[in-house]
């Protein structure tokens, strides 16, 4: 039985709850990810941030703002006031297809994966995309 240890990405990139929206932001476009878990300084997971929060707390393009002061309005905006708190998140040991179901039903777009409250990775919904990619692919060869 697959676990999600088998699936999720690790090691994650991650942030501290000071860091700032602005280094959120380049960190998403960067590596092109749209999530980011929250870690203290030992690693404890405390929170998730996701690209629909960074959309959330942006003053509107329609403000007429030039990058470099939404650049500093992001510079001064802890990520602790915006993150998510409330979250589910799994352990390795989790079987797959449990994180799957979290996921489909609650409409999450990944799950945190933590152990004795380390973050240990994330698996996402593009992380099934690409196993049922793999898995069909894997069928058409028997074809």
């Not at 000071?18 to 878990?37: K, V, W, Y």
């Not at 030039?66 to 040991?93: A, F, N």
């Not at 933590?114 to 692919?137: H, K, Q, Y």
């Amino acid at each position: 039985m697959l676990k999600v240890r088998d699936l999720m990405t690790s090691p994650v990139f991650s942030l501290r709850e000071n860091d700032s929206l602005h280094t959120a932001r380049e960190l998403m476009n960067l590596q092109r990810i749209r999530h980011i878990p929250i870690v203290t300084v030992d690693n404890t997971f405390s929170g998730l941030l996701t690209h629909r929060d960074i959309l959330s707390a942006t003053i509107s393009k329609l403000a007429g703002l030039d990058p470099e002061t939404q650049k500093e309005i992001d510079s001064g905006i802890p990520i602790h006031e915006i993150m998510r708190t409330d979250l589910t998140s799994v352990e390795p040991g989790t079987p797959l297809k449990n994180a799957a179901q979290l996921l489909l039903n609650h409409k999450y777009g990944c799950l945190p994966v933590v152990e004795n409250g380390l973050l240990v990775g994330i698996v996402t919904e593009a992380d099934f995309l690409r196993l049922t990619i793999n898995l069909m692919e894997g069928l058409d060869a028997e074809d």
